[in-house]
């Protein structure tokens, strides 16, 4: 009782710009009772005009009170002056957006879940943890925790909170010290799971400094490795190492072969109305999420909209001279051939000095073999969603956003 008493004497504290309306809002009420007890009907008329006045005074002094108290509040909860009316609405509305599920990793994903936020906060963003190069590796090795990079880039790309934050999150230290190579999001991460002692906690309330408009989840909870196997008979283990050695991939795997999906996970794909996997590294960054089983069969068993975004170019090591049909039956062989319903392929030109520089680093155009893609059994969607940014053709988050919302109107 005593805390609550000390809760309530807090909003008299100087400096909050409450007191003084409250106390005014109270005087207009104050106004109101003693009116209608101190005048009766059938007095003088002059005392029935004294009457409407201090009525209709009562009633702009408690308006002007509440007015006034109402923009105190907006002053703390929209410092940047936006009206606490359209921030109210625009949660309202992201509230009662379609629910959405993405999986996959690296900064494909990241990208579309820049555009999605804008259209729901039910979004769930399943990211594989099979990460182990860079910052994260290192973090990994060091601490014994999950990589945390690609989660750190998804609840980036989700975040509400001001740009200032969410430079904060992705800063790099360039230093010649220890810290060189981490970003202070990765090391926040890590100082989170050691304080709370688990890492799906630590995302949880990393969401809540950055405001999330939907969750990040990881796959799964496991300390898991990715293996690769190549059609030469060789094998390769470890993530960040599986595109370096430029062979031809057979088949991924994981180890433990059986890792547990995590149960929020789950969840999200049951009640998700479309599921998205992609954009991103075919090998590396989607399937990793599909070898878990548990994902694969919710995936498969929920009526939602299933779409595959495929990426624009080839990747040197994991997807050298493959179709948009050939990244198809690779999601397949790995899952189940009803893991997608619709195939999201970029059917915009990319100029001639941009795709130069690609064929230098070993990358082309995937070839769109539509028919063959139909012939599968899928939904093959065409649009011109690709973006040239610092000479990187990347996906445009807002087309693919509305390309995608778009599909519900076909259930």
Not at 106 to 128: C, D, H, P, Q, R
Not at 356 to 368: A, T
Request: aromatic share 6%; net charge neutral; hydrophobic share 45%.
């Amino acid at each position: 009782m005593r805390h609550k008493v000390n809760g309530i004497l807090k909003w008299l504290y100087p400096g909050i710009g409450i007191k003084r309306w409250a106390l005014l809002s109270f005087f207009g009420v104050l106004l109101l009772v003693l009116e209608n007890k101190i005048f009766r009907p059938g007095d003088f008329w002059a005392i029935q005009i004294l009457d409407a006045v201090i009525n209709i005074s009562g009633i702009i002094i408690l308006i002007l009170g509440i007015k006034r108290i109402m923009r105190s509040f907006m002053g703390a909860l929209a410092p940047g002056g936006s009206e606490l009316v359209d921030i109210l609405y625009q949660k309202k509305h992201l509230s009662r957006g379609p629910r959405l599920v993405t999986l996959g990793g690296g900064t494909g994903l990241a990208v579309l879940l820049t555009g999605l936020k804008e259209y729901t906060s039910n979004i769930s963003a399943i990211v594989t943890v099979a990460d182990d190069g860079g910052s994260s590796g290192r973090i990994r090795q060091e601490f014994d925790i999950l990589p945390p990079g690609d989660i750190r880039n998804c609840l980036v790309a989700l975040a509400d909170a001001p740009a200032l934050m969410r430079d904060l999150f992705q800063f790099r230290f360039e230093t010649s010290s220890d810290l060189k190579g981490h970003s202070f999001g990765n090391l926040f991460i890590t100082v989170m799971t050691r304080l709370t002692g688990d890492f799906e906690k630590a995302i949880k309330e990393t969401s809540k400094v950055l405001a999330l408009r939907g969750q990040v989840i990881p796959s799964t909870l496991d300390n898991v490795v990715l293996v690769a196997q190549y059609k030469d008979g060789s094998t390769m283990v470890g993530e960040n190492q599986i595109p370096k050695s430029l062979k031809t991939i057979s088949r991924v795997g994981l180890k433990p072969e059986y890792p547990q999906a995590t149960p929020d996970a789950i969840k999200a794909i049951k009640e998700a109305q479309v599921i998205v996997l992609g954009p991103g590294s075919l090998y590396t960054s989607i399937i990793p999420n599909l070898l878990i089983r548990e994902i694969t069969d919710a995936i498969v068993a929920s009526p939602a909209v299933k779409v595959y975004i495929s990426n624009v170019m080839t990747q040197p090591g994991e997807t050298d001279g493959y179709t948009v049909s050939d990244h198809i039956k690779a999601l397949t062989a790995h899952s189940h051939p009803r893991i997608l319903d619709y195939c999201i392929v970029n059917s915009g030109e990319v100029t001639e000095d941009i795709l130069k520089r690609y064929v230098e680093q070993g990358s082309r155009l995937v070839v769109n073999d539509r028919k063959k893609a139909e012939s599968m059994g899928y939904r093959v969607i065409e649009d011109d969603f690709g973006v040239v940014e610092d000479g990187v053709i990347r996906h445009d988050p807002a087309k693919l956003a509305k390309i995608i919302l778009g599909l519900l109107e076909e259930i």
